[in-house]
């Protein structure tokens, strides 16, 4: 129940725990401002050799992942939906593992909701790899990143093979 003066007993309980974790003294008056800031905190930096996803979208999908001459990892996901997001931090380790010998796309399904009717999409997110403009493989649902890499290892071609680790 919000009190009378538009304060919700709840969003101060959440919001003094969450101080209370990232180690503020004063969490009601030191919260408000960090989450306006543009850098509430020490933001971690991307290695080196990690790169960003493509974005896909219906315009480039058949450039970037039909007719690719590398192999293509496409996560179909949406920035709203919480298995999504649990997934971009292990899509992101394998696309700055494998510059070399694998291109890694993500369709935000909002923007191009008709790749996903195309491709059966049914559940978020699903992540499916590309070779010769074909599917090989199709993962379905949160997972990590040892799953999806032991999902790839059978498909993959010989070189690539050496490169991809056993957990």
């Known amino acids: 129940m919000v009190e009378p003066n538009g304060d919700c007993p709840t969003c101060e309980s959440y919001e003094r725990r969450l101080a209370e974790l990232i180690g503020l003294s004063n969490p009601l008056n030191a919260t408000r401002p960090l989450l306006n800031s543009a850098e509430p905190f020490d933001l971690k930096e991307y290695p080196a050799n990690m790169k960003p996803t493509l974005e896909l979208t219906e315009a480039n999908f058949e450039t970037e992942v039909v007719k690719s001459s590398q192999p293509v990892l496409v996560e179909f996901a949406t920035g ?33 909701p008709n790749l996903g009717l195309w491709y059966g999409v049914r559940c978020l997110p699903t992540v499916l790899y590309f070779s010769g403009g074909e599917v090989r493989v199709g993962i379905f649902g949160t997972t990590n990143k040892e799953a999806i890499l032991s999902q790839l290892r059978p498909v993959m071609n010989s070189n690539t093979i050496g490169q991809i680790s056993n957990p």
């Open 80 to 112: 709203w939906n919480l298995p999504s997001m649990m997934l971009e931090g292990a899509i992101d380790e394998i696309a700055g593992e494998f510059v070399d010998c694998l291109k890694v796309g993500m369709v935000e399904l909002d923007s191009s």
